[in-house]
């Protein structure tokens, strides 16, 4: 990591602004929208869903990247991620795309080889469970080590010319484990607590599908509020309590 990079992600003072930061949902809402009617589509036609699916994720990496980009931001820090042609961060999504999938990869062969079959493949939805929920708790602590893993990525990235490596994210990683660590527990709690959150408004929803009288529109409306309100705030939850983290490590040393 630069000298630069650190000193832009330390604690300084800055002058008073007002600023929207990491609630500003419009740049990663359109790719949160193509990340969902592609994991739909990928669901509904076994010969599209691993392209599909595929696809979901860049859609799901380009809409971190504009969470990153903002949360940086509002932690007084500086991301060169808003430069970036649509082109540059497609590129980026893929290279971070395959080697997180090898990770991901590994780890699966790695569980079912010990014995841990049934739980195994819910590691293969580490990159989704950035954005959407995870079936299970150990599942979506999984999913906030491979963000915090995505985010040392990008910001290595911002400091080495564009160039993605994944041993040296992970060697960065080990530098920054003690607050980093505790960033992943954290956010793993908090996962869990949204996910018992968004099944109970799942079934307020579904009730008030079934039982009101109002328009079709109108109910479509309410549902596509309930997946894309959700996938925003673990976006935004997630990028936040990482860079917090991240800013400590750098600021304590």
């Known amino acids: 990591m630069t000298v630069a990079l650190r000193h832009q992600l330390s604690l300084r003072k800055t002058r008073p602004e007002t600023s929207f930061g990491p609630f500003r949902p419009l740049p990663a809402l359109p790719w949160l929208i193509m990340a969902t009617a592609l994991r739909i589509v990928g669901y509904g036609n076994v010969g599209l869903m691993l392209p599909a699916l595929v696809l979901a994720d860049v859609c799901v990496l380009l809409a971190f990247f504009a969470t990153a980009r903002d949360s940086i931001q509002a932690a007084g820090?500086?991301?060169?991620?808003?430069?970036?042609?649509?082109?540059?961060?497609?590129?980026?999504?893929?290279?971070?795309?395959?080697?997180?999938?090898?990770?991901?990869?590994?780890?699966?062969?790695?569980?079912?080889?010990?014995?841990?079959?049934?739980?195994?493949?819910?590691?293969?939805?580490?990159?989704?469970?950035?954005?959407?929920?995870q079936g299970t708790h150990l599942g979506r602590?999984?999913?906030?080590?491979?963000?915090?893993?995505?985010?040392?990525?990008?910001?290595?990235?911002?400091?080495?010319?564009?160039?993605?490596?994944?041993?040296?994210?992970?060697?960065?990683?080990?530098?920054?484990?003690?607050?980093?660590?505790?960033?992943v527990l954290v956010l793993g709690a908090i996962n869990v607590a949204l996910g018992y959150g968004q099944e109970l408004v799942r079934t307020a929803i579904w009730q008030f599908w079934q039982t009101s009288t109002a328009s079709q529109p109108f109910k479509s409306l309410v549902y596509v509020i309930f997946i894309f309100g959700f996938a925003m705030l673990r976006l935004w939850i997630t990028l936040s309590v990482l860079t917090f983290g991240l800013k400590q490590s750098y600021a304590r040393g």
């Open 141 to 183: 602590f999984w999913s906030a080590a491979i963000a915090a893993l995505v985010l040392l990525i990008i910001v290595n990235a911002e400091g080495n010319a564009g160039r993605v490596a994944l041993f040296a994210a992970v060697k960065q990683l080990g530098r920054h484990g003690l607050w980093l660590a505790a960033a």
């Open 77 to 133: 820090g500086r991301s060169s991620l808003g430069e970036l042609t649509l082109a540059e961060q497609t590129g980026l999504s893929l290279s971070i795309l395959w080697r997180i999938a090898l990770v991901m990869i590994v780890a699966t062969l790695g569980t079912a080889a010990i014995g841990f079959t049934s739980f195994a493949p819910h590691l293969m939805w580490g990159l989704d469970g950035m954005a959407f929920d």
